[in-house]
């Protein structure tokens, strides 16, 4: 194994996180309305609208942004490569579908029921993604108990009993659409399309905690995430406790995916192709792949996210449906490149 | 090999079947000059036949028409999105009613093919809505009902009008969903409603007719009322939501409202007490009689001292 190019290291993380400092601010500044930046900063504590709608309306949202990018396509690069699958992403372990279906059975059966925090102090959040996060949890039990044979989890089991949890989970969603109001139908829809929506600092918080420690537990494993893309048995002559490590690993992005879609639904596409993207830049070592496509991830999303507020405006977009269409072609412009250049060698 | 006649002859038989029933149903209406087996595809259609007093020729609705408490008794045919074809046709109607947007023109071909008459109605603004009454009790053979109910209507809306009709316009956003928030945007009729109540819809200058808006625009466009009109929301809990954005003055002066019915989201006969209920919200003070004083300075013409 190659040693790690710390310059390089260095270099490729420094300009990502300049990148991301400046996308944070951009987008934070940049939205549907105007906004006066000296009215917003003179008069923080006091409410006026120019500082409700960056400090209130705007950043919370664009924090969320980063957290969610960057958590998705750390979790991409770590399923793909524990998958050996190129296509895997975080919305086929299983783990979305049963968030999904716990947040709208939250939303269905309890939409009112809040939760006090701290007797009320830190004010109240709603049931709803703390029902999309048991569900989380529930389906990552039952996804792996299904892929467990002899203590090890098997890659092949893993994805095709997460994709057909999904599947059968889309089928239960769409049965309670039909049966359900249709105004709550309206909601229901808009709700599975995901969004970045929120001006709880205390949910963002929560987030960037958990993804932070999240994404360090993934990093922490990146040397041995290298060795296991030269195949399983490779891995286990070379000292790698596979088994091991692919239950951790498992256990840690299911965690992660579970807790971003309660809070934000389903966003696609980052998992899939920041990842893809970011090895295609920076090559395929784990130990710097992981915080680039942590911190690209995160421009992307919080990019991404602003166009949705801006392009329809004042209707706001949904947020998949940019990651999706601007994502799309510029990963199959990269494709091709990379394509042409190895094939030409 | 043998049973391969037998294999077309069923669906050839059945095709005559249809084709023999559509004629009966034909003959039928032809002898009988008004359709007396009607079936409903929406929840305001159904609504204006038990308002023009026809509530008793209906044989089918969908599964969303419960209101008047009678419709919830009749066969159901499936939902709005998706009534189903089998289920219409299984009630022999000699008339199907439908509204213009959704996907009823597209299951409007299919039925005619059937053999069954459609007919579709627009519902997109007031006077569509106006429209689809009078031609509704046109079609049933009682116009003068139509109009009767149309003139009601009417009378509601000047009754409102009257009242606000100095008040000065409030800023207001009509959202019925919170988490995400769609709000009502330009070509709905409830667009058309906010502007009757005295107010003035903060997002009816967009295209769509519903549209999910980012709170940023929410707070820039300053909204004087927020009501939320989804079913199952209860008023503390949209307070709540709005709480922490102060500068919105709709959350300064209390004027945030939950309205948990779906009187004002039918486009159909009742939206002359929708009106009224969206005016109530918009100005209350030019509906409290009951509290003298109350609205002095307001301008509100209808108000008494």
């Not at chain 1, 040693?3 to 996180?17: A, E, F, Q, S, T």
């Not at chain 1, 579908?97 to 102090?121: D, H, K, R, Y």
């Not at chain 2, 095709?15 to 087996?37: D, E, F, N």
């Not at chain 2, 009106?275 to 409290?288: D, G, N, S, Y």
Request: glycine fraction near 10%.
């Amino acid at each position: 194994m190659k040693v790690l190019d710390r310059k390089k290291m260095i270099l490729v993380n420094g300009v990502l996180l300049a990148l991301l400092a400046l996308s944070i601010v951009g987008c934070a500044l940049l939205g549907p309305v105007r906004l006066d930046l000296t009215q917003a900063l003179q008069n923080i504590f006091s409410s006026n609208p120019n500082s409700e709608i960056l400090f209130r309306a705007r950043l919370p949202r664009v924090l969320l942004g980063v957290a969610i990018g960057g958590g998705m396509a750390s979790c991409g690069v770590v399923l793909q490569a524990l998958l050996g699958n190129p296509l895997a992403c975080p919305q086929m372990l299983g783990v979305s579908g049963g968030a999904s279906l716990g947040g709208i059975v939250g939303l269905i059966f309890f939409p009112n029921w809040l939760l006090p925090l701290a007797g009320g102090l830190l004010g109240e959040i709603s049931w709803v993604p703390l029902a999309a996060f048991l569900g989380a949890l529930l389906s990552m039990l039952f996804v792996y108990r299904f892929s467990l044979f002899h203590g090890r989890l098997h890659p092949y089991h893993l994805l095709l009993s997460g994709v057909i949890f999904n599947s059968f989970i889309a089928a239960v969603i769409m049965f309670l659409n039909s049966i359900i109001d249709f105004y709550q139908a309206q909601g229901l829809l808009f709700w599975l399309m995901g969004s970045l929506s929120t001006r709880a600092y205390l949910t963002v918080a929560f987030i960037w905690a958990y993804i932070i420690f999240g994404f360090l537990w993934l990093w922490a494993k990146g040397l041995s995430l290298n060795l296991i893309t030269l195949g399983e048995e490779a891995a286990m002559q070379l000292g790698v406790e596979t088994g091991q490590l692919q239950r951790q690993m498992f256990v840690a992005s299911s965690l992660m995916i579970g807790a971003m879609v309660s809070v934000s639904g389903m966003i696609g596409f980052v998992g899939l192709m920041v990842p893809h993207v970011m090895r295609l830049i920076v090559g395929s070592d784990h130990r710097l792949l992981l915080p680039a496509s942590f911190l690209a991830g995160g421009i992307f999303l919080c990019w991404a996210d602003t166009l949705a507020r801006i392009l329809l405006a004042p209707a706001e977009l949904p947020v998949g449906i940019i990651t999706a269409f601007f994502g799309g072609p510029f990963f199959l412009f990269l494709l091709y490149r990379e394509g042409r250049r190895t094939l030409a060698l | 090999m043998s049973n391969r006649p037998k294999i077309i002859a069923v669906p050839l038989l059945l095709g005559s079947l249809i084709v023999l029933t559509a004629h009966a149903s034909l003959a039928h209406a032809a002898s009988t000059p008004y359709p007396q087996r009607i079936v409903s595809l929406a929840p305001s259609v159904t609504e204006t036949l038990f308002a023009l007093g026809f509530g008793h020729r209906l044989v089918g609705v969908t599964t969303y028409c419960d209101y008047p408490a009678e419709a919830q008794k009749l066969p159901k045919i499936g939902g709005f999105i998706n009534p189903s074809l089998e289920a219409i046709a299984a009630q022999r109607p000699d008339l199907v009613i439908g509204v213009n947007d959704s996907n009823h023109p597209v299951k409007a071909r299919e039925m005619e093919r059937l053999g069954l008459k459609v007919a579709l109605v627009s519902v997109n603004s007031v006077d569509d809505i106006l429209n689809s009454i009078k031609s509704i009790a046109y079609m049933i053979g009682s116009p003068e009902a139509g109009e009767k109910l149309v003139r009601k209507i009417k009378r509601q809306f000047d009754e409102v009008q009257k009242r606000v009709a100095s008040a000065p316009r409030r800023r207001t956003l009509l959202a019925v969903g919170l988490r995400p928030l769609v709000a009502v945007g330009g070509r709905n009729f409830l667009d058309e409603l906010i502007t009757l109540a005295g107010g003035e819809n903060i997002s009816g200058n967009a295209a769509q007719p519903w549209l999910n808006l980012p709170d940023e625009y929410v707070v820039a466009k300053a909204p004087q009322v927020i009501i939320e009109a989804g079913m199952g929301s209860d008023r503390g809990r949209v307070a709540r939501n709005w709480r922490d954005l102060e500068s919105i003055p709709a959350v300064k002066e209390r004027r945030v409202y939950a309205y948990p019915s779906d009187k004002i989201l039918r486009p159909g006969p009742r939206i002359g007490e929708g009106l009224q209920e969206i005016a109530r919200l918009v100005h209350p003070e030019c509906f409290a009689e009951a509290k003298p004083g109350f609205n002095k300075g307001s301008g509100c013409e209808g108000s008494r001292p």
